[in-house]
């Protein structure tokens, strides 16, 4: 059976969608339980379907993927109700005797469009902002991770309803084809070329996006820092997923005799996590293709090679890597790496550090590690990026409470939890009058 017409699929959901049946908060709730559901039911078959994709030990396939998920989903099932009543606002006085208020809208239907490297949750968790927001739905997921795609194709359609939510499988020419269909909103998580091409379409039906990119993200660490404890932190938020994260530490910037210090205790850092064969640990993730290992295999020359190095194409595995002596125009250093390899570029401080930063794209995150309130204040105040964490990486996107999305060259919009709800609605200003 060939798939449906793209047109036909967005025509159903429209249909479906102008019936109101998807408005009431009774149907966001019922929707976002058998998400949930299928999370808890079914996650024998996504774990395995991540493993398979990206080699994705199961405690981390729990956690970054289905936990993760599960628990924006419970968030906003808790909240809902509080974030949907409609919000006062003050009349002016020449309008003695009105009230106003902002009340959100569903959008209609919206196209949410996945990358590989969580493959379920960045599909999973923007859904559960369009389902909140009352929206009808079409998913497509990444054909980079085509075990987790074939698996939510399957799964979702038993769970959610299928009047409303559609899952799209494909590649460029599927995805390209649906990108002709007129769109309430397109949320986006990608590479910022495809971003661009994902705008331009948009752009003739006067679509909204929110573009969730990626980016180089540094990590400053500073002079005087718990190095044995930097380096443990580092090291495990960089070596997740194989660095395929994409707030993943991408560089780090610090001074010459902090970069000696940092660079044995890194090493230690990774033989904690993966024991002295990262290839035989079990929770060492694998490079997603041939592709991507084979631009960053070429990436492993950049520098010195503090730890890691090795690599073996044949099953797609590359070793955590620290590279020392970096320079600034290394090939390593002039794109995202996306990849398990950590260089080191020295500074001479907190200006030179910050000059780095500012003289670049603005990335989606951006580290550091400093005990100097001063130096906290200064970064906080003068660069620009999507969010920026203190002491601990990637955790800032764990907080549902706190938008997650880029600036710049790294996005625009954000998600998670009430901003989910913010992005997928439309805030309607209202006002009343009465006559008598
Ligand atoms: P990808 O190749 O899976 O592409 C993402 C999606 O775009 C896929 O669904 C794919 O089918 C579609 N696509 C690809 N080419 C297209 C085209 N020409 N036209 C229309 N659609 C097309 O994933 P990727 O882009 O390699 O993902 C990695 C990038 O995503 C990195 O830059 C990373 O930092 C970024 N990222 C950002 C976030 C975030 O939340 N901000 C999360 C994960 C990844």
């Known amino acids: ?29 019922e929707q976002l339980r058998r998400l949930r559901a299928m999370l808890t039911e079914q996650d024998a078959a996504l774990v395995a379907a991540l493993h398979a994709d990206l080699g994705k030990s199961e405690y981390e396939a729990r956690r970054t993927e289905i936990d993760f998920t599960v628990r924006e989903i419970d968030h906003t099932l808790e909240h809902l109700d509080a974030w949907l009543r409609p919000e006062p606002a003050p009349v002016p006085a020449h309008l003695g005797g009105a009230t106003a208020w902002t009340q959100y809208d569903p959008l209609g239907v919206v196209l949410v469009i996945a990358p590989w490297n969580y493959p379920a949750q960045l599909l999973l968790s923007p859904m559960v902002g369009a389902l909140a927001a009352g929206n009808a739905v079409v998913a497509k997921p990444s054909e980079l991770a085509p075990a987790t795609s074939a698996a939510l194709a399957r799964l979702l359609p038993q769970y959610l309803d299928t009047e409303a939510v559609a899952v799209v499988e494909g590649g460029i020419p599927e995805t390209t084809a649906l990108l002709v ?21 948009a752009a003739k039906h006067l679509t909204p996006v929110t573009l969730e990119l990626g980016g180089k993200s540094p990590v ?29 530490p991408d560089y780090v910037l610090t001074d010459p005799e902090t970069a000696r210090a940092l660079e044995p205790a890194l090493a230690r850092a990774v033989e904690e996590l993966y024991g002295t064969d990262p290839a035989a640990s079990g929770t060492y993730g694998r490079i997603v293709n041939e592709r991507h290992f084979d631009r960053l295999a070429a990436l492993l020359d950049s520098g010195r090679v503090v730890t890691g190095g090795g690599h073996d194409r044949a099953a797609k595995y590359i070793a955590p890597t620290v590279l020392a002596d970096v320079t600034p125009d290394a090939p390593v250093m002039q794109e995202e790496i996306f990849g398990p390899i950590l260089p080191i570029v020295t500074v001479d401080g907190l200006d030179e550090a910050v000059a780095f930063v500012n003289d670049r794209e ?42 997650f999305g880029g600036v710049g060259e790294s996005g625009m919009g954000s998600y998670h939890g009430r901003y989910s709800l913010e992005t997928f609605s439309h805030r309607k200003a209202v006002l009343r009058k009465d006559l008598a």
């Open 1 to 29: 059976m060939s798939a449906p017409h793209p047109a036909d699929t967005v025509a159903r959901l429209r249909a479906t969608f102008r019936t109101g049946r998807t408005k009431p908060a009774a149907w966001r709730t």
């Open 181 to 201: 269909e007129r769109f309430d909103h397109i949320f986006y998580t990608g590479n910022a070329a495809v971003g661009r091409i994902i705008m331009t379409a």
């Open 220 to 248: 400053f660490v500073d002079r005087g820092t718990d190095i044995a404890a930097v380096a443990a932190r580092l090291a495990a938020g960089k070596f997740l997923n194989a660095g395929q994260t994409c707030v993943a």
């Open 362 to 403: 603005k990335p989606l995150a951006l580290y550091a590690f400093t005990e100097s309130e001063a130096t906290r204040e200064r970064l906080a105040s003068e660069t620009s990026s999507g969010g920026l964490g203190f002491g601990l990486p990637l955790a800032h996107l764990t907080v549902s409470d706190l938008p």
